[in-house]
Nanobody
């Protein structure tokens, strides 16, 4: 059972930055695709970014050029660097893992960390 724990959320003014972290309970990155997705109240979930076991990254069009996904295998940690944040980025952000890359329906997911961007 893979356990994922997110941290790093918070409130930030538009234009600011936050870095989310996700610690995994076991070594996942050599076998799993890892990713972030988000869920805003009253909206459908949205896949944000993925990084596969080979390090290939993909991003939602809404965050391209602003967000960067990365991982530190030695620390079993996944990151999401979020720059130039906008109010529409406000959501609960979830770390996730699966054998294949997904959008929102991942086999493993964390409890989420809230990101609030105010104008």
């Amino acid at each position: 059972q893979v356990q994922l724990v997110e941290s790093g959320g918070g409130s930030v003014q538009a234009g600011g930055s936050l870095r989310l972290s996700c610690a995994a309970s076991e070594y996942t990155y050599s076998s799993y695709c890892m990713g972030w997705f988000r869920q805003a109240p009253g909206k459908e979930g949205e896949g944000v970014a993925t990084i596969d076991k080979n390090g290939l990254t993909r991003y939602a069009d809404s965050v391209k050029g602003r967000f960067t996904i990365s991982k530190d295998d030695a620390k079993n940690t996944l990151y999401l660097q979020m720059n130039s944040l906008k109010p529409e980025d406000t959501a609960m952000y979830y770390c996730a893992a699966d054998r294949v890359c997904r959008s929102t329906f991942w086999f493993y997911r964390g409890q989420g960390t809230q990101v609030t961007v105010y104008s």
